[in-house]
């Protein structure tokens, strides 16, 4: 019997990575820009510190601005004097925007310094509330000499829970009592 001995030889396949530097050449620059766009609607929110009141000194009393919102009204207070102003809400839930940021941009011209403010909601306030009062609270937009300028009000906000409210139990406002 006789045996043929063939030689076959193989030849190296070369491996076809064309696709695969199609799809990099595709996702990358779709990964750096959605990264970008990702990182500006991130909001940074200061929890209060458990201890914060006892770190502070008794002596020096400072602004400690909060904004509390109930389905019927805005109640903007300081934590240690009480109540400043309360702004009426419309019943079908509407805000005018305008006297709530003019308010806030007369207290920031008393405290300047002051850049920080507590929002506290009541359980019933929807979400699309709790986003434009942040808004609002953050800055606002004035005309100065026909020009459109956007001031900066309370950056630095903090979130918190309205204690329950009934209407009986809506602070008297205390700027109405100066004379």
């Known amino acids: 019997m006789k045996f043929v ?38 909001v940074e929110l200061n929890l209060p510190a458990l201890d914060a009141a006892s770190n502070e000194a008794q002596d020096e009393i400072k602004l400690q601005l909060q904004l509390v919102v109930y389905p019927e009204s805005y109640v903007i207070q300081d934590a240690n004097i009480g109540v400043i102003k309360t702004l009426p809400r419309e019943p079908d839930g509407t805000t005018n925007w305008k006297v709530f940021g003019n308010t806030l941009l007369e207290i920031k011209r008393r405290f300047p310094e002051e850049d920080s403010i507590s929002l506290l909601f009541d ?40 204690v329950e409210n009934t209407q009986s139990e809506i602070p008297k406002d205390i700027s109405k009592e100066q004379p």
């Open 5 to 42: 001995h063939k030689d076959y030889k193989k030849e190296a396949v070369e491996l076809n990575i064309t696709a695969f530097m199609n799809l990099m050449v595709i996702l990358v620059p779709f990964l750096l820009i959605t990264a970008v766009f990702s990182r500006l609607t991130v």
């Open 123 to 162: 359980k019933n306030i929807q979400y699309k509330t709790l986003i434009k009062v942040m808004d609002n609270v953050r800055s606002i937009d004035t005309v100065q000499i026909a020009e459109l300028q956007t001031v900066e009000l309370f950056p630095n906000i903090s979130i918190g829970k309205a």
